[in-house]
């Protein structure tokens, strides 16, 4: 069975930075595309970012120029940079993996880790 175990959240001031990271572990698989999303209070969770097998990114309009996803295939690990933080990234973070049974992607999802931003 897969698992996505989740690291790296905190409490961190304005303008800081923290390095989220999310590996997979169970039986062999092979992951196609990665992302982060976040959920703030009373809000729906919302896409950060994704990466594809391959590099390709695309993120949020709030996060570009400060978040930057990235992933080690060899480890099947994903990360988030985030720098610059603004109050406003205080959110429940969740990684997700697109991993493909007999073909077909299922989606997995980390436990998710509180990241918080005082002002």
């Known amino acids: 069975q897969v698992q996505l175990v989740e690291s790296g959240g905190g409490l961190v001031q304005a303008g800081g930075s923290l390095r989220l990271s999310c590996a997979a572990s169970?039986?062999?698989?092979?992951?196609?595309?990665m992302g982060w999303y976040r959920q703030a209070p009373g809000k729906q969770r919302e896409l950060v970012a994704t990466?594809?097998?391959?590099?390709?990114?695309n993120y949020a309009d709030s996060v570009k120029g400060r978040f930057t996803i990235s992933r080690d295939n060899a480890k099947n690990t994903v990360y988030l940079q985030m720098n610059s933080l603004k109050p406003e990234d205080t959110a429940v973070y969740y990684c997700?993996?697109?991993?493909?049974?007999?073909?077909?992607?299922?989606?997995?999802w980390g436990q998710g880790t509180q990241v918080t931003v005082s002002s």
């Open positions: 997700n993996f697109d991993i493909p049974t007999w073909g077909i992607p299922r989606d997995y």
């Open positions: 169970g039986s062999r698989f092979s992951i196609n595309a």
């Open positions: 990466i594809t097998k391959g590099g390709t990114t």
